[in-house]
């Protein structure tokens, strides 16, 4: 019956939202400040970031030799 | 048909109280019930406490969703940007084409990279699927899909295979040989069976196991021998667009965006929907995790990208701009997740400084929408798709 459904379907929805509303929640000034922190940390080994040089970069073109 | 009552009269004892007096029979849902006429309106009574509970139940939930909106709000003491104020600002970026990948005859829908670092395998809208050497160009395999719209595409962690699906409602899992004359269309399994299309495939940490995301709503887990479901997600109320794993060894969760405007993220041992994060304005075309694990960043067709993080269960930033209309398809973070790139239906690629919320660059060169975006595996190339017909690759 109609209402039968439409009751479970409640029942599955007020489930999750009790189960998202029980979990343990960070302060964003917390959160961010690790985000930054892991950004900065691994910031040096960022190729597209740092830039490197063309003799380890392989998709970079090569210096061109010219004959003189 | 399960819902038609029908009424008899016969005499006998009753279901529930054992008295023997004229009873109704009925049947609910196909099960033969005889109660007498008291047992009868005991029921209906039952009936209508079950009415009650839905209202009560309507009433939890709206306080359960004030609830979490204020517990949210609550921990929102500052922006991400402010306290990314210290930072350096990024200087100019020097990222340029290095190549372009001509073959395709037809739209690029997606793309993947390789652990090795230089191949990469991508599908289009002609049904072909190409393995590319990105050192060389070189095309290493082709296959030609019976189905149009090979929406998704990704390279195995060991390099030995590459799974692809879209408008079949079916992923398959095809194994490269080294042998270039093998027709690799022969060897080609279904492993996943949707029904509707498929929008995102991803192997998780081993070749044995595929994790797909679909248009009928659902995200689903194979395990690839054998073609058997082993978890599947529901949750989502339109279409799945997109999936992406969590980076660690250990994790077993992955994020899935929808046409819902929703983003879920999921349990992949229980099935069980975590977190779910309700912000944007229409369709999330992409989500993919930050390197760290403890967040996500999302493109959505309202031109806008966000980022949310996990621990603190809410939106920290948006990338935006007035100029930017267009709707966003895809994102990538660079190795550090200090460069979040963006590909547009404007045919552009927006570099946004993940810390600050600003716009580090723009990059410029495909001639259609850019369908994917991905950084390598060690993070010195980025590769587009885009809907004209070619892949660039910029470093």
Not at chain 2, 81 to 101: M, N, Y
Not at chain 2, 137 to 143: C, F, M
Not at chain 2, 171 to 177: A, E, H, N, R, T
Not at chain 2, 365 to 394: F, K, M, Q, Y
Request: aromatic residues 8%.
């Amino acid at each position: 019956m109609s209402s039968s459904s439409s009751l479970v379907a409640m029942k599955k929805v007020v489930h999750q939202l009790r189960f998202e509303a029980s979990i343990n929640r960070v302060k964003v000034s917390q959160a961010a400040a690790d985000l930054q922190q892991f950004c900065i940390q691994n910031a040096t080994q960022d190729p597209l970031l740092t830039g490197v040089s063309s003799s380890t970069n392989p998709f970079r073109p090569q210096k061109v030799c010219s004959f003189l | 048909m399960c819902d038609q009552t029908f009424m008899a009269a016969t005499f006998g004892p009753c279901d529930n109280c054992s008295k023997a007096s004229p009873l109704m029979n009925i049947y609910i849902k196909t099960e033969a019930i005889n109660y007498c006429s008291f047992c009868m309106e005991m029921m209906a009574c039952q009936g209508l406490q079950k009415g009650e509970t839905l209202v009560s139940l309507k009433r939890e939930s709206d306080t359960l969703k004030k609830k979490l909106e204020e517990e949210r709000a609550k921990l929102n003491d500052v922006e991400l940007h402010q306290v990314a104020e210290k930072v350096e600002v990024l200087g100019a970026l020097p990222i340029k084409t290095r190549r372009v990948l001509k073959g395709h005859g037809n739209k690029v829908l997606c793309m993947d990279w390789c652990k090795d670092k230089r191949r990469l395998v991508s599908s289009s809208q002609d049904g072909k699927v190409i393995v590319w050497d990105a050192f060389t160009l070189n095309k290493e395999h082709g296959v030609t899909m019976p189905c149009t719209w090979v929406m998704a595409c990704a390279y195995a962690p060991s390099g030995c295979a590459v799974a692809c699906g879209g408008l079949d409602n079916k992923c398959s899992v095809i194994p490269l040989s080294l042998d270039r004359n093998e027709n690799l269309a022969a060897k080609k399994k279904s492993v996943a069976m949707h029904t509707n299309y498929v929008s995102g495939c991803t192997f998780t940490n081993s070749d044995n196991q595929l994790l797909t995301s679909s248009g009928d709503g659902s995200c689903a887990l194979w395990d690839v021998e054998s073609g058997q479901l082993l978890q599947s997600f529901h949750g989502h109320t339109a279409d799945v667009l997109s999936l992406d794993l969590a980076p660690s060894e250990t994790g077993n969760t992955f994020v899935s965006g929808g046409c819902d405007k929703k983003a879920n993220v999921w349990d992949m041992r229980s099935g069980q929907n975590i977190q779910s994060f309700e912000s944007h304005d229409s369709d999330i075309n992409c989500v993919k995790y930050y390197p760290s694990g403890d967040a996500f960043a999302s493109a959505s067709d309202d031109a806008t990208c966000r980022f949310f993080d996990l621990r603190a269960d809410r939106e920290v930033a948006v990338y935006q701009k007035d100029s930017i209309i267009f709707g966003a398809t895809t994102v990538d973070f660079s190795l550090s997740g200090r460069l979040l790139f963006a590909g547009y239906n404007d045919y552009t690629i927006n570099v946004w400084d993940v810390l600050k919320g600003t716009r580090a660059s723009c990059l410029f060169g495909h001639e259609n929408r850019i369908s994917r975006v991905r950084v390598s595996p060690d993070g010195t190339a980025l590769c587009s798709a885009a809907w004209d017909n070619t892949l660039r690759i910029w470093a």
